[in-house]
């Protein structure tokens, strides 16, 4: 009796997922971080230096994750404690103990792709929710992902 089939991932070149990882990902990311950058000076106007800070690290934290995923560097856990964040990570351990490749981390390519594409919009959100504590709302982000 044959086993399941293997999950799709980004290790096959001009695969759905392959595709996905390298074009679809990174275009998200850069839409994200444009709106960022494009409303920071109403960010600024609403909630001062506090809130541009904020804003900045939220840029910050998207195109550090754009890079480590289109590097294709180890999946790392989630910091930020939110009521998901061990579920997450608890996650991210089992992906680490099926690994039986390379440095035994899951990396973007390699890892399922819909558990590479979930783990992103987790960090997006890991990432706006920290500018939203400084009230403003992340309804031009959801309007990009649609």
């Keep these: 009796m044959a086993g399941p089939p293997a999950f799709l991932s980004g ?3 001009g695969s759905f997922a392959y595709l996905t990882i390298k074009d679809r990902i990174p275009q998200i990311l850069t839409k994200a971080i444009d709106t ?3 409303h920071k000076s109403e960010f600024f106007e609403k909630h001062g230096e506090k ?4 804003e900045k690290k939220a840029i910050s934290l998207l195109s550090k994750l754009r890079n480590e995923m289109q590097t ?3 999946i790392i856990p989630l910091v930020e404690k939110f009521a998901d964040t061990d579920i997450w990570n608890q996650y991210l351990e089992y992906q680490q103990s099926l690994l039986n490749e390379g440095d035994g981390k899951p990396r973007w390519f390699y890892s399922p792709w ?6 992103m919009y987790r960090r997006i959100h890991e990432a706006v929710i920290q500018r939203m504590t400084h009230g403003k709302r992340a309804a031009n982000l959801e309007e990009q992902m649609s």
């Design 11 to 13: 290790r096959d070149v």
């Design 36 to 38: 960022l950058h494009r």
């Design 51 to 54: 809130g541009m800070e904020a």
């Design 72 to 74: 294709d560097k180890p």
């Design 114 to 119: 819909l558990f590479v594409e979930c783990y």
